[in-house]
């Protein structure tokens, strides 16, 4: 679509509505949010930026190819699963990690969080290889 | 050991492709011959006492479910995996000559091992749940062998029908195991057959033998299953003289000779055995004389010994299994050399009819000689072990228990047509005069004589010294069946007694019927328009209604509109929810809480509402999908309403993209016209609002089931202490029921591949001509 508005106002939302991602994304264990509305979001702003710049501007900008992007998730979901073999325990027990970050002071990580993060590239992933292969037929 | 043995088959075979590569075929096969060789040479050391088991070996493997792999050496699997070793080393030897300089001789060689590895693994397995893995095994490296030549479409057919037909009796197996160990509670074989009465008692001693029946008949070729054998002809000769003679149709009769001890009590075990074997012998001998292919007439003589086989152990006299393990032994020597001397015939000249062969004595002395002696071994002639094995099966027949002169005439029978065809297979085409042949025939490689020499020798000399050479091994076969000790030794000479003068006539008998083969030749194929009564027919008119029943059925369900299916998939779960929620629904009292509605509630409703009959009766694409969208907005207030943040988000996202999504689709469809009749609109409708319905009641019903909390007071407790998260919903969804998440996003990834490969394929006009669309 040929509207420099839309452009234009793409340009500012886009980033914004990442960040938001990957805010919602990261606070999903404790408030509202998670991985699946996380990609959501962040599917809606790229969905945005194909309508206002076409389809193959998308791509490039996305960089990796979708379907790569599609199996890195679903094997950073897979992964958090094995984890716990490493424990003597069944597949996808979670396990919490004591992160001394020094900014952040004692930080709590899962290995939930990396299968949320596979949550949220998948859900990118699919939404966006829908929308742009049916934009470029 | 026994675990070791069956492993280094395997791994020969794995090695076979790449050694094949490197050396040629026939070197290679002379080092693959390495390893059957040393099995043999290890399995002679193991040799023990008659009347007990030689080696048990066992390792848990999967013991929660009872999964071991349980082996065990006795007299009855020491004689088959002899054999098999033993002659195994024998047709690689032949094999690496006959086809070793065909470019794709390597991988016929690693599904001879892995046939040879799978079927020593039957013998030697002591479970059930092992032995029915190494039973399916060989019928798939049959297939495979059989269908080596796979650009022959008759060699295709003949390796699916016997795939198929050994394929239904595998089944039976698996049916008698699971029946096996719900009557004894346990898998292991060799605790099963001491108990045989617990199976008596607990009443599936019917069933189970029935299924035995099924896999054994099969696998065994009796009839009515016999007619895959002669079909599996189309194999290369080394396949067919190894399967198909020596080990793997030996498979059925080794089931029911291991499961006598146990089984030997139920009724229906004796007489069908008895008659089954007994009309397998007779009848398959007599068609074999419609043939003129040497293989072919090898084949029928060898389903008619199987039937002896199996009629022997229906009869169950000591004498009679004595005869079993004797028979088993010489039938392996003289048609493992037969069938390898018709192959080195085929090799020698390009010749396999018999009619149109003669007088090779000259030119192929060696093949002559083992082939003289393996045909007088198989028509029973005195000094060569077939005779002993013969005389057993003779005096086993006269003193039978039951139907005496029906089996006895059975016997002669077929021992005259055996001898018959003995000659007409192993004398006919050396003697006489010199008959053209395609190639002119020298005598071959000692790689491809050397197997029926050695067999021919071998059934001379136990000929002549039965009991120092077999009559161990033979004694410990019929204890392994009999459970009780046994004294009987192979002699030479029994004297003058009914069985000697039952072989002298069958011999007569033979000798006549050789001197008017050709009559009964023509008498044959006269006959043949019978055959479409038979059992082959039968299978391919089974076989050509499964497909018309497939085609129909896949007709009908893949009509090709997306409708169809989506009301196929409607009414499915429309009727099967529906059956169930009749019995148990009580209409919920939905004016509960009437009083409690709030004006807000009322207003997101009548959106809702308005929203969906706008949806139905817009006039254009993008006026129903803005409504559907309304729908879905104001479905998201409600769950804002209710609290459920989480899902609101997700159902305000999906209702978004959906919408895009929806716009990029129907932006490429025709304009808008209406495409459907009144009637397929009500029937729509009438679908659409049982289905919403349904949905309804199902969702009143589920907060409030009897008798059961709710998991959510459980999950809500467990959020922070375990899922260290106070956001519950993400917590199931991520910790609680990752393993469920995970599925959903697997399928999701298949959908977007599925969206990507339809919309990437596009056909292009000249394309959808050419499919007639």
Known sequence: MNSPILRMMTRIILPLLLMFSIIVLLRGHNEPGGGFIGGLIAAAGLALHAMAFGPSETRRIIRVELLLLLAFG??????????????GEPFLQAHWYELNLTLLGPVK???????????????????MIMILTMAEA | MLLASVILIFAAALAAPGLTRLVGGRLASMVLALAPLAVFLGLLAQVGAVDQPWLTNAYPWAEAIGARLDFMLDGLAGVMALLI??????????????????????????????FMGAMLGIVLADNLILLFVFWELTSVTSFLLIGYDHERTSARRAATQALVVTGLGGLGLLGAAILLHAATGTWRISEIIAQGDLIIDSGLGAPIAILIFLAAFTKSAQVPFHFWLPNAMEAPTPVSAYLHSSTMVKAGVYLLARLHPALRDVELWAPVLTIVGAVT???????????????????????????????????????ALMAMMAFLITHALYKGALFLVAGSIDHATGEKDITKLGGLHASMRTTFGASILAAASMAGIPLLFGFVGKELVMDAAWHAPMWR????????????????????????????????????????????????????????????????????????????????PQELKLKIWHGFNPALYMSAGAIAIGIVLYLVAPALRNLGAALRPLDRLGPQSAYERSLALLDGVSRLSTSFFQSGYLRFYVILVLFTVLGI????????????????????????ELLLLGLTIAGAIVAVRAKSRLGAVAALGVVGYAITLLYVLFGAP????TQFSIETLMVVLLVLV????????????????????????????MMTLLVLETPTPEGMTPVSDLHGAMAYTEGKGRNVVNVILVDFRALDTLGEITVLGIAAMGVFTMLRLRLRPRQLQETGA
């Open chain 2, 281 to 319: 012998m007779v009848l398959t001998i007599l068609l074999a004389m419609r043939e003129r292919y040497l293989k072919r007439l090898l084949a029928y003589s060898t389903a008619s010994a199987l039937g002896v086989l199996v009629f022997l152990i229906g009869l169950g006299t000591e004498l």
């Open chain 2, 666 to 693: 129907l932006y490429r469809l025709p304009r808008f016209a209406v495409y459907t009749n009144l009637t397929s609109r009500l029937r729509d409708m009438v679908i659409a609002l049982a289905f919403g319905a």
């Open chain 1, 74 to 87: 679903l094997l950073c979901a897979m992964l958090s699963g094995f984890i716990a073999f490493a424990h």
């Open chain 1, 109 to 127: 990580v899962g290995t939930v969080l990396l299968f949320d993060v596979g949550v949220y590239l998948v859900v990118i992933s699919i939404t």
């Open chain 2, 646 to 649: 989480d899902l609101a988000l």
């Open chain 2, 577 to 600: 929810t529906g059956t169930l929620l009749m019995g148990e629904a009580r209409l919920p009292d939905i004016t509960a809480g009437f009083d409690e509605l709030r004006v807000i």
């Open chain 2, 85 to 114: 070793s033993g002659i195994g080393v024998l047709i690689l030897l032949f094999a690496g000559a006959y086809l070793g300089h065909q470019p794709r001789a390597g991988r016929f060689f690693m599904f001879l091992m892995l």
């Open chain 2, 405 to 484: 002169t029906a089996l006895v005439a059975s016997a002669v029978a077929m021992a005259g047509l055996t001898v018959s065809v003995a000659l007409l297979v192993g004398v006919r085409p050396f003697v006489g005069a010199r008959v053209d042949t395609p190639t002119e025939p020298n005598e071959v490689p000692w790689t491809m004589f050397i197997g029926p020499s050695v067999l021919a020798l071998l059934s001379l000399v136990a000929g002549i010294i039965p009991d120092q050479v077999f009559g161990h091994l033979v004694r410990g076969g019929a204890w392994s069946m009999a459970q009780a």
